[in-house]
């Protein structure tokens, strides 16, 4: 009897799957990757026709060992990751190494793949196994190669030209360009005056309508023609001794047809619209629901692969589709036909079937009581999506009303639109986005009206208004215009929003993107140097030629070759520019943003504070900002960005009382120190302090909202596995929750205060799983604030070796026996000042002579295995 070991990505696949397969087979999971470039000089060697040499750490070695000895004792390998060039990749990684081991021999190896983990699913994959498939592989190195020569090229570049700057990245620093230049298009943004018109009509049957002009005194008119109150008040007075009649009625019937089911950008923008799920979130979630969820003791994905650019669905699944739109819905809710979706991927080889449930009979109230809260959310959002793309069009009469207003010898055309639903189709299940047209006449139904109707004039309003820029992104919107330029591709855009996040480029405020000081310098710096690669039709042209890799039609090593000849080039173009040169460029290329204009007209330049010094921007370790040249006899500056003359010195104003604390009878303030604003609690070495987090401006903190950050770090509850408690806080990478020394991300610093126990142990488990199992290297515990004499955020952090305190470049350990979240700054202040006496007593290393050199026997260290991969 033949035995053979099965290879899946994660853990939950693998207890899925091993329930559908005998006890012929062993599932065994990667936990993802289990190589990657080591992150340092020389992973990749472009001299070396691209060489790439792979690392594998410790916990991937067990993993691969288990897999070895498994190997062992059977007869065939079938390698089953995701269906996609991921998936692919991590299968060609596990194959490398066994073979590296030989321990394949003459063993067959299979390579499945199934969209849906469903016992149908995966038993249909193995009988029709194939080979790995070479140009999905070669598809991947190309990426993999390219995103680490940008990144480990370019990122030294910014360090050393840039201080404070953290990295770049192929599509990152193309994604964060989209950022920039939106945000500028709004600075430079000039308002336009503009004046409406409503009237307000009614029919012989007394029903009122709404009607706007169209005309008047022969002239078309448009939504921002009417530029002032005078031209508004003429109009007006002429309508109010008009006589009103109906001069064309136009009805037209329309259809609304539904949308596509599912791709991973347009779940992610839906989620995120009708959810509020962040882009992050909604494919963590996405990811459980295809993995397996009980269902009435059977573990069953609940939905297809999630990572997808297809829109079609596979035609064996539209017949139950159709059958479930007939009893749930009736028969007048098909469509003839099936509809048929034409899919937009840029290749077929990474375009898989669309999202959709694997069993539309599981409804979602069916499952209701399975499914975690956001889980429930996003598979009614699937099941509904993908019912709609089936059901028939919805009929819209739309109806557009012109009225002819005659005053003596003058004559205006008003027009009123509206529309009535007369079938709602597919809306019964699923409303798609509306176009603003669309927004402004759906649901205004008009009365009954005939051409030549007397009408009656009933009210006449006007109203100023101004014209607005184009709204900040949010991550839908971002999605979808990285998505129209074709940069980056679905599995990539959230953890591209993700980077720039936790680089400090970018705020995510009111669920719209804001560039940070550091993330314009970055893009100004990368247009002025290096403009080619942030250009969007280049990165979407490089995307292409990467699709056309694992299509068969380029070879990957050409594409690199290509780029890498341009793009070293450019960077020994710039390196012996200096850091002035630098700062003068970007002071041009961001003077509107860096020295806006003064009120009383003077030079933006001139400092405002000793008025002899000139502003520049400066670079530090926290990014940039504006300083006066007469540093530092001057100490004038101010937040890049900042309109206010005094943007950083807000000190000098004192602090702002915005409440006295209920408990403890202490004045609660708000504060501006070196490191940005704070509130504070109390005066003195004992003051509790709190910064405020990215994103929270010091205009929008009130008391309430001061208190609920002095109150951090905040007790979740007890880990229902360990008995240990969960804390929430805020650190410097933002909005986390804690236990036992593993951090995890939140969404966003509001979800700090509310967060409940199942969602901190839920993300807990997720950084788990993803292989984030490991401490963040000095997250902070507990932020004490500005040290009472020195200034400078005092800290209590978490290190490799256990708690300390921190202040600036000083570190002191922290006692045993002393609970971190109890520190005051008082002892804080006593244990770095007795640790900086200590350091300053510490004498001078002198050089040791130097010694002959002596013959001796050496024992080898072990080190990570490290592969080289040369051309194929």
């Known amino acids: 009897m033949t035995t053979s070991v099965v290879v899946v990505e994660s853990p939950a696949k693998a207890k899925t799957i091993n329930k559908y397969l005998g006890s012929d087979f062993t599932v065994l999971a990667s936990f993802g990757h289990v190589r990657d470039l080591p992150p340092k000089d020389g992973s990749v060697l472009p001299d070396e026709d691209f060489a790439m040499s792979w690392a594998i750490d410790a916990k991937s070695k067990t993993r691969l060992n288990d897999i070895a000895k498994a190997l062992k004792a059977s007869d065939k390998l079938i390698l089953a990751t995701d269906p996609d060039r991921e998936g692919e990749a991590i299968s060609w990684h596990v194959l490398e190494v066994l073979q590296q081991k030989k321990l394949l021999k003459d ?53 050393r030209k840039l201080p404070g700057a953290r990295s770049a990245g192929r599509v990152q620093s193309v994604a964060l360009r989209l950022i920039c230049d939106r945000e500028q298009e709004i600075e430079v943004f000039k308002p336009v005056e503009y004046w409406s018109i409503t009237t307000i009509l009614a029919n012989q049957a007394a029903q009122k309508f709404e009607a706007r002009v169209v005309e008047y005194a022969g002239k078309k008119i448009q ?81 297809t692969y999630m990572r997808t650019d297809g829109v079609q669905i596979t035609p064996e699944a539209i017949p139950s589709i159709r059958d479930q739109i007939g009893q749930t819905y009736g028969a007048n809710y098909l469509p003839e036909k099936s509809r048929l979706y034409t899919s937009k991927a840029k290749n077929a080889q990474e375009a898989h079937e669309a999202i959709r449930p694997t069993e539309i009979s599981r409804t979602p109230e069916s499952v209701a009581s399975r499914l975690d809260d956001d889980q429930k959310r996003l598979y009614d959002l699937i099941w509904k999506r993908t019912v709609a793309s089936q059901m028939a069009s919805a009929n819209i009469e739309r109806t557009a009303v012109d009225i002819t207003a005659v005053n003596g010898d003058e004559s205006t055309i008003l027009r009123a639109n509206g529309s009535v639903i007369r079938f709602d189709g597919f809306l019964k299940a699923y409303e798609i ?22 009408v009656r004039k009933d009210n006449i309003d006007i109203k ?36 720039l996040q936790n680089r400090d480029y970018v705020i995510l405020e009111k669920k719209r993107f804001i560039p940070d000081s550091k993330g314009r310098v970055v893009t100004s710096f990368l247009e002025s140097f290096f403009k080619r690669y942030v250009e969007y039709d280049f990165t979407a042209a490089l995307e292409e030629q990467l699709d056309n890799i694992s299509d068969g039609k380029l070879q990957w090593k050409d594409v690199l070759s290509n780029f890498w000849q341009q793009f070293s080039a450019s960077v020994e173009d710039i390196k012996d520019l200096r850091v002035t040169e630098v700062l003068d460029t970007l002071n041009v290329e961001l003077a509107a943003v860096a ?9 933006p330049r001139s400092c405002p504070k000793c008025e002899q010094g000139q502003l520049s921007l400066k670079v530090g370790r926290f990014g940039a900002f504006v300083g006066c040249s007469n540093y530092p006899e001057c100490k004038f500056t101010r937040q890049l960005g900042s309109n206010g003359e005094d943007g950083a010195t807000q000190a000098d104003t004192g602090p702002k009382i915005l409440g006295t604390d209920p408990q403890t009878q202490e004045d609660v303030t708000l504060r501006s120190g070196r ?70 991300n939140l969404d966003n610093p509001e979800e700090v205060f509310v967060v409940g126990l199942n969602r901190a142990v839920s993300v807990l488990a997720e950084k788990i799983a993803n292989g984030g199992g490991r401490r963040r290297g000095a997250a902070s515990l507990k932020e004490l604030g500005e040290h009472p004499d020195e200034g400078g955020m005092v800290a209590v952090k978490d290190g490799r070796y256990g708690p300390y305190v921190n202040h600036g470049k000083i570190n002191a350990t922290l006692p045993k026996d002393k609970d971190p979240v109890s520190v005051t700054m008082a002892e804080a202040v006593e244990m770095i000042t007795a640790k900086a006496a200590k350091s300053s007593k510490k004498p001078a290393k002198k050089k040791a002579p130097a010694k002959k050199p002596v013959a001796k026997k050496t024992t080898a260290k072990k080190k990570a295995p490290v592969k080289k991969t040369t051309a194929r």
């Open 223 to 303: 939504r921002h023609d009417i530029g002032n109150e005078a031209q508004a008040t003429a109009i007006k007075s002429m309508l109010e001794g008009s006589s009103f009649s109906i001069s064309k009625v136009d009805s037209k019937p329309t259809k609304r047809n539904p949308a596509a089911p599912f791709t991973t950008s347009t779940l992610q923008m839906d989620a995120s619209s009708k959810l509020g799920f962040g882009a992050s979130r909604t494919m963590q979630v996405a990811q459980r629901l295809y993995e397996g969820i009980d269902i009435g003791g059977e573990t069953v994905g609940l939905i």
């Open 107 to 159: 063993k067959p190896v299979e390579r499945v793949v199934f969209n849906a983990i469903t016992k149908k699913s995966v038993l249909e994959a193995m009988e029709n196994p194939r080979q790995l498939d070479v140009p999905l592989v070669d598809a991947y190195l190309a990426r993999r190669a390219l995103d680490y020569l940008v990144g480990f090229t370019l990122s030294p570049v910014l360090w």
């Open 595 to 603: 020295f806006p204009e003064r009120d009383d007209g003077g030079d």
């Open 464 to 499: 100023q208004h101004f014209t607005e820029p184009a709204a900040r992104y949010s991550e839908a919107s971002l999605i979808k215009k990285m998505e129209e330029l074709g940069i980056g591709r679905p599995s990539t855009y959230a953890a591209t929003l993700a980077t």
């Open 675 to 744: 490191f940005g604003p704070y509130v504070q609690r109390g005066e003195g070495k004992e003051a509790k302090r709190g910064g405020l987090p990215k994103g929270w401006s010091p205009d929008d903190i009130d008391f309430e909202k001061a208190l609920l950050l002095l109150s951090l770090p905040r007790e979740v509850g007890a880990h229902p596995e360990s008995g240990k408690m969960i804390t929430a806080g805020i650190g410097r990478y933002g909005p986390f929750v804690l236990h036992e020394g593993l951090y995890a």
């Open 433 to 454: 986005p509306k176009s603003v047209k669309d927004d402004k006449e759906d649901g205004k139904q008009l009365p009954p009206l005939d051409e030549g109707e007397k």
